[in-house]
């Protein structure tokens, strides 16, 4: 992105009006790039994009004319994931070089807006814009332009907005959601133009930043590669990683724990087959680089790797830092921790005298620098190495590691250097409220990828008063009912069953090592029609969004579940050459001690159609979870137990009253193939740091509002007697 104007990536769903706003915008001097018309114009007559498409998928595919004949080519590669992915990887790039080509023809002093911009969310790219705008506006209104823009039946355009990607989760790209109700934009977009232009070159430079001061020299990094890899192996790297953390503890008016750290140091990875050599130093120098590599490529009988130079590669940030933590003084961050507490204090007796006994408060941040040099062999001739068949779908992964190949033959090397900063703001509290013997806690936490500038006076306000009333609430809460009751997930519950009863079983590790209820199942139908599961790293400021992953590979946005189908597993650098399918960005570690492998980074249920007041509506008895806590996973079976921290008891659609001590349990994977209600909301992510092999990762997970027809509460009441 080195064009020398703002550049913004538009888009909307179906009949939300985006080419409305995009005209709006070309009335106020934007250039408007179609990306639609980039599409039809790198595969017109005579391109080199039609011929690259011929030759992909024949010439059946043209029409008389020799042109491109649409509709064949869609019945060529339709219900083929492997030709959908091969027509994508050849459209693709044509249409976003296209458009840069387009962009640099724009005059000077102008400004570019990319009109339909969802593709660079499908290609996990969003983030590189100045600014992603999406454009929404309500269902009822969509419905009728779409009724009387082609003339369909109401029924008939509610199928087509159906058959529809949802708004909903690229709005949770959007640093502006464009509502077009039918209301004049004017002032709107007369301050997210101004907003814009005054600060996208800040933006962008966040974004996209320069390289920073790195411990080693490229060539030195180059120089520790060779040496590991000088005894054979297809796959080197040098991990180093910086890390400056701070963090800070309130009980109860005392500051009881003042932390600040800082760390330095680096790891070896040396692959050869399915073999793993490593080693972790602590502030090494280069020499002590250097012995060890040598001492990791000594067991190795190969040939030694004459590398290239190591390509620089720079890929944007999801979460540009406004406010760098390592210069914000201690003493505003005690002040903030103190801010939090007192709030907390004025805010319970305000809402119930006398109740508040205990407010704790932490908080935390954490800047980590990583540089990742790795050397991967091309030819992936790897002496010894068994195709793997012991995953996948009946078959049909035969892979050219199959064939035999002689060992020792020149290879060629993909050696790169890329690197992320990730800097992470926590504010934690935790309340406890009494009455008599009767003791309840809330907590809530303030946790995204962003420096101070998270800590604003709205936000921690909420997170302070959400911890209080939960804790005050509880106090009044009634036993659950125990037995087997439709329960409601609102989507303020976040997506603690998504992340812990599914995701896991997604990982491609587990996968492979039949741990998981969706082992061997690629391309089966594992979930409910309109189950879209994703894991999205590149979603702006979300806890486990990042530049790059721990391996060096873009964070992508993942789709897992497509409408019920399992697509693809979460990958790391390994288990992607084991099941002979690309990295998804996904191998990750909790410092530069520990291996990489397959982590979730932020998982989502995607949204659907309904709205969460009719699901609610339409409870007649049962359990609405607004919070959960935490709890015990399978993650092989994906059974599950969760408590449930603030719930109501529903009778005819109406709320009557909270719920204590109430347990949810049931089976994830069942869970995902009964669901028969999705809400459109999708607005809350939950955080934390989640635990495997002994690896704690950022991550964040989210669900609209659903409807989980059975599901088995625990609770301390008599059970109802009528269970359904
Ligand atoms: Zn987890």
Redesign the pocket.
Known sequence: MDHPFPVIGLTGGIASGKTFVARLLEDRGWSILDADQAARSVVAPGTEGLAALAEAFGVEILGSDGALDRSRLGARVFGNPKDRARLESILHPRIEAYLDQRLKELPEGTCGAILDAALWVERSRAHGFDAFWVVEAPEELRLQRIMNRDGLSAAQAQARLAAQSKPAEKALHADLVIPNDGRDLSQLLDEAEARLLADWRTRRRRTWRMPMPAPFQTHELREVLESLLSRGGHYGEVFVEQRRACGLGMDDGRMEDVLASETFGASLRLMEGESTRFADLIAPSLPELLEAAQLLAAPGTGTPAILPELKILRHPTPSPVEKDPADVPLADKVDLVKRAELLARNHGEAISPGALRQVAVGYGDSTQRVWIASAESTTDVVSGLRPDTTWGSKGGHRDRREQAVPPFMAEGWDATLTEDCRTQGVLRLNVTAGEGQNLQTGYQVLGESKGFELFEEEAVARTVKDAVRLAIQALSAQPAPAGTFPVILASSAGGTMI??AC??GLEADLALAGMSAFANKLGEKVAAEGVTIIDDGTLPHKRGSAAVDDEGNPAQRVVLIENGVLKQYLQSRKTARRMGVEATGNGRRESYRHLPIPR?RNTFLAPGDESPEAILKDLDRGLLVKHMGGGQVDTVTGNFVFQVTEGYWVEQGEVRYPVKNATLSGCGPEVLKQLTRIGSDLHHFDIGT???DGQGVP?SDALPTILCPALVVGGTAVPLPEVL
């Open positions: 992340h812990e995701g896991h979730m989640c635990g495997k991550v």
